[in-house]
């Protein structure tokens, strides 16, 4: 069964630091997806990437940055030069081929950015 | 356009009451889901669907209904409401394949107690 871990429960930091969440995933496929969603206070969820297995390529947009690790099973997120905004709930999700709609997520990531 | 549109966005009910909460979207995506939301616990997926007259039960199926008669409308019902059902429901609907496969778009969300 597919899983995915978001060891850090909660992350608080000073405006213009940077922040990384870690997501580490299990999966037996070889092909997969991985996602990662943003929930603000206001609570809806935002899709932020989409990353197949088979794209190892970081990906930068904007203040955000994507490492893709096959090695480790991990695909961690950084927010540079964080900002009030950045302040959510930071979810990471995966899909396995052949499903690749039916998305599992990690527990999240609550980010607090204080000014 | 609306996107996906959840009602209704509170509602409390008494234990072994049932109801509806109602799912459209405007987009016409193949794949609906409903989620469930709970602290710690992230995104639990409850039952999905990829086309109309197609559903499936997803990691907590358990105390809901689903049907799927048009493209648009994907309701969950509950059959016997419980306290263990609190929790907040989001709805979401994708491409079910392409490039765009599992970049939900979500509802608002609705909160339900269980009283």
């Known amino acids: 069964a597919q899983k995915v871990t978001q060891a850090q429960t909660e992350i608080s930091v000073v405006e213009k630091e940077d922040v990384t969440l870690d997501c580490v995933y299990e999966?037996?496929?070889?092909?997969?997806?991985l996602f990662w969603y943003k929930q603000p206070p206001s609570g809806e969820l935002v899709f932020l990437i989409r990353?197949?297995?088979?794209?190892?390529q970081n990906e930068i947009s904007g203040r955000y940055s994507w490492n893709f690790q096959k090695s480790t099973s991990s695909f961690n997120f950084t927010i540079t030069a964080s900002q009030v905004v950045d302040s959510a709930v930071y979810f990471c999700a995966l899909s396995e081929a052949g499903n690749d709609y039916k998305l599992s997520f990690g527990a999240g990531t609550t980010v607090t950015v204080r000014a | 356009n609306a996107g996906v549109t959840q009602t209704p966005k509170f509602q409390v009910l008494k234990t072994g009451q049932s109801m509806t909460l109602q799912c459209a979207q405007d987009?016409?995506?193949?794949?609906m889901s409903w989620y469930r939301q709970d602290p710690g616990m992230g995104l639990r997926l409850i039952h999905y669907s990829v086309g109309a007259g197609i559903t499936d039960q997803g990691e907590v199926p358990n105390g809901y209904n689903v049907s799927r008669s048009t493209t648009e409308d994907f309701p969950l019902r509950l059959l016997s409401a419980a306290p263990s059902q609190t929790s907040v429901y989001f709805c979401?609907?994708?491409?079910?394949?392409?490039?765009?496969?599992?970049?939900?778009?979500f509802g608002e969300g609705s909160r339900l107690t269980v009283l």
């Open positions: 987009m016409n995506h193949e794949y």
């Open positions: 979401a609907s994708s491409y079910s394949s392409g490039a765009r496969t599992g970049e939900l778009f």
């Open positions: 990353r197949n297995s088979f794209d190892e």
């Open positions: 999966t037996r496929d070889t092909t997969y997806y």
